[in-house]
């Protein structure tokens, strides 16, 4: 990435600050180092819907393109690499494809994806599935002092750098999956908000950082308060398996009251809420289900709880300046902003630092599934900081060693301090 002048200084500077990576979605080491891989696993994950909407024939179901025969790395390359690279040329300049690029240059050594380099870069990445890959990619390489996971539940001596999330139990969530984690029969109402605190305070003890609500994939994220006895009613409906007179409206009204609930146990077990705002991975998702401002009442209603909001609101970015200045209790995370857009989120950071403290904003995530991504996600992350800063030192609005203080409350100190990390 080519950054001149005082960017290009700050970017160097700004490379040297340790960073809490503050959302990831990894499978364990084990898992990776296992399973056969090349060169198309580099496309997996959110480059996914770029080759779909570039043209290449992925079927109709997101949740099966990883499974495709095209990224299954026991077959010959070349004759998948051929279907792959019509789409690939489609979009290797955008945001989406630039960290598998720059793995293959930093990382590995190699100047292009092309058809002449295929191959080697598949042989290269398989002599890395060996233990101490995560650790060598991201401590030794990225400077990566922790990284937050979201999970289904810790994975005990994975990566000691590691943190976790839990997921939400509240919304869209079968009965019997609580009452497997929880080890009880849920019979009524309270046997449910009981178990949820239960659920949340295990998940403290056993080590989670932070509750996730990814509720933003299924319907609109606004939780108003509801009444006892509405929820009640169709938690009864439900309980007796009637869900044939639950409409989605009933089935919500719940969730919204069971998602209030979560939020008191966490602010009791003194966890951070960490909701999903803005873009939907995937295709055909609904957009305006997840725009920010939604969440008003709960941030309003909850002064208690340490909300972090998960990507900007992407595109809706200016939403979270009016979120990140009107409510205390709230913080906007990066994460995943960077692969998205490098402009969009440039004008979002800079717009977010003229409005909101900057101790309330988080700078990086790189929410892959892909470790081998997370370099380039960073890159991009650490250049969008530096111009943004570089901008404001231009403007005389900070000195140069403000700016690096700021990047490091950006990148490091605001997410130790909001996760309560150690």
Not at 276 to 301: E, F, K, M, P
Request: glycine share 6%; charged share 25%.
């Amino acid at each position: 990435m080519k950054l001149e002048g005082l960017a290009a200084e700050l970017y160097d500077e700004i490379a040297q600050i340790p960073v809490v990576d503050c959302h990831e979605h990894l499978p364990t080491e084990k898992e990776r180092i296992e399973k056969p891989t090349d060169v198309t696993h580099l496309f997996k994950h959110y480059c996914l819907a770029d080759l779909n909407a570039a043209g290449l024939d992925m079927g109709r179901d997101p949740g099966r393109w990883r499974s495709l025969p095209l990224f299954d790395a026991s077959q010959p390359l070349m004759p998948r690499w051929a279907q792959m690279k019509p789409a690939f040329e489609a979009i290797r300049h955008g945001s989406y494809a630039y960290p598998a690029l720059a793995y293959v240059r930093d990382v590995l050594g190699i100047p292009d994806i092309r058809d002449d380099t295929v191959e080697e870069i598949s042989r290269r990445m398989q002599a890395e599935m060996r233990p101490g890959l995560y650790r060598r990619l991201m401590v030794e390489r990225c400077g990566i002092r922790r990284a937050i996971q979201c999970t289904e539940g810790v994975v005990a001596g994975d990566q000691d750098f590691f943190v976790y999330l839990i997921r939400d139990r509240a919304c869209g969530v079968p009965l019997g999956t609580l009452e497997r984690e929880t080890r009880r029969v849920i019979r009524t109402l309270d046997d449910y908000v009981d178990a949820l605190g239960q659920y949340v305070a295990e998940g403290k003890k056993a080590g989670a950082a932070g509750y996730k609500v990814g509720a933003a994939y299924s319907r609109v994220i606004d939780f108003p308060d509801v009444p006892r006895g509405d929820a009640e009613r169709v938690f009864c409906r439900l309980r007796a398996k009637v869900s044939s007179a639950v409409s989605d409206t009933d089935r919500e009204a719940l969730e919204n009251y069971l998602l209030r609930r979560a939020v008191e146990a966490c602010i009791e077990n003194d966890l951070p809420v960490v909701i999903h705002t803005g873009y939907q991975a995937g295709v055909h998702n609904d957009i305006r289900n997840a725009r920010a401002t939604h969440l008003w009442s709960l941030l309003r209603d909850y002064p208690q709880a340490r909300f972090d909001l998960f990507h900007g609101s992407f595109p809706y970015v200016e939403d979270m300046v009016v979120l990140g200045k009107y409510f205390e209790n709230v913080s906007l995370n990066m994460c995943w902003m960077h692969i998205m857009s490098p402009e969009i989120s440039r004008r979002a950071l800079a717009a977010w630092l003229d409005a909101v403290p900057a101790t309330k904003i988080f700078a990086f995530g790189g929410d892959y599934l892909v470790v081998e991504k997370v370099y380039g996600h960073l890159k991009l992350a650490r250049a969008d900081v530096a111009l943004v800063l570089a901008k404001k030192v231009r403007q005389g609005r900070m000195t140069e060693s403000e700016a690096l203080k700021v990047a490091r409350l950006l990148f490091h100190d605001n997410a130790v301090a909001w996760y309560k990390l150690s």
